[in-house]
């Protein structure tokens, strides 16, 4: 009874945080446009809201420092010129950019739009070598390419100086993210967080692909945006690139950690013999099961 109590409780917190986070984000969404609307200065209101974060952020560092006792990373400034200042300048850029275009795109334009970030992400993660091309990698790159192309063909909320700085904020965001992954990985600064595989879930992007639908969806109720059955048809395509890309990321993921342990493995007798009793005890486990059947 307790146990299921306890996973009880754990399913509730689990959906109350799914909820929240749907919540903010498609919230930030529909507040972005209507603050726009309300007032037209869109570059200004993200340099306030990048000031309000450096506060927020400068505060929290203060309050761990204080609790933990122990100083906090902290970047030279060449370093910070040389190697912080490039994500920055494209966190910025991404953001303002993305603002500005809400004066005059639609929601559910911005939303597919914006999803085309991934596909730069990609790209940059190929030129600087953190992914490997492979067949896959190309189909994933002409899916959400296509998906994109069919979903703005002749879409009759069509703005194209809107388009362009929502797709210009997404090559942003793929730089954005590729430089920030890279400055994250460098040890040396003291920062080697994505490194861990707790900071990206891809095994949880679905997530994110169910956000864009709620998205969409409210757009097209809430604010009257519409689409056409080769919009929604392109809406498919894109997502299931992005999806394809998820699933690859997992497979590399768990590839990448069971070679790691099989090497662990190979200098460690004790741990080699461990591993060895749980593949026979999954090996019987699979035999009773069908047997069973």
């Keep these: 009874m307790g146990a299921g109590a306890a996973a009880l409780g754990r399913a509730a917190l689990a959906a109350a945080l799914v909820l929240l986070y749907y919540g903010f984000s498609i919230g930030i969404t529909f507040y972005n446009k209507w603050l726009v609307k309300s007032f037209p200065f869109p570059l200004l209101a993200t340099l306030l809201h990048l000031l309000l974060i450096f506060a927020l952020s400068a505060l929290a560092r203060a309050l761990a420092r204080c609790r933990s006792g122990r100083p906090r990373a902290t970047l030279s400034w060449a370093d910070c ?3 912080a200042a490039p994500a920055a300048l494209s966190t910025s850029l991404d953001i303002g950019l993305s603002n500005w275009s809400f004066l005059y795109v639609t929601v559910s334009l911005y939303t597919m739009t914006k999803s085309s970030a991934i596909l730069f992400i990609l790209l940059f993660s190929l030129l600087f070598k953190l992914e490997e091309m492979r067949v896959a990698l190309v189909l994933v790159v002409l899916l959400i390419a296509g998906g994109l192309f069919m979903f703005t063909y002749k879409s009759t909320q069509f703005n194209t100086q809107g388009f362009v700085l929502v797709l210009c904020a997404s090559f942003l ?7 920030t992954q890279i400055l994250m990985q ?18 949880e992007a679905g997530m994110l692909l169910c956000l864009e639908i709620c998205v969409l969806f409210l757009a097209t109720h809430l604010l009257g945006d519409h689409l056409s ?16 890309h998820v699933i690859l990321k997992a ?3 768990k590839g990448e950690k069971a070679l790691n342990l099989n090497e662990e493995a190979s200098s460690d007798p004790d741990l080699e013999l461990l591993l060895h009793h749980a593949e026979r005890g999954e090996e019987e486990e699979e035999v009773e099961t069908i047997q069973q059947h």
């Design 81 to 83: 010129l040389r190697r």
């Design 251 to 253: 497979i590399n993921a």
């Design 173 to 179: 965001g793929g730089v954005r993210w590729t430089l």
């Design 229 to 244: 059955l080769l919009n929604w048809l392109g809406f498919a395509v894109c997502l299931s690139g992005i999806s394809l």
């Design 186 to 203: 460098k040890a040396e600064l003291g920062l080697p967080l994505s490194i861990s595989e707790k900071l990206f879930h891809f095994h």
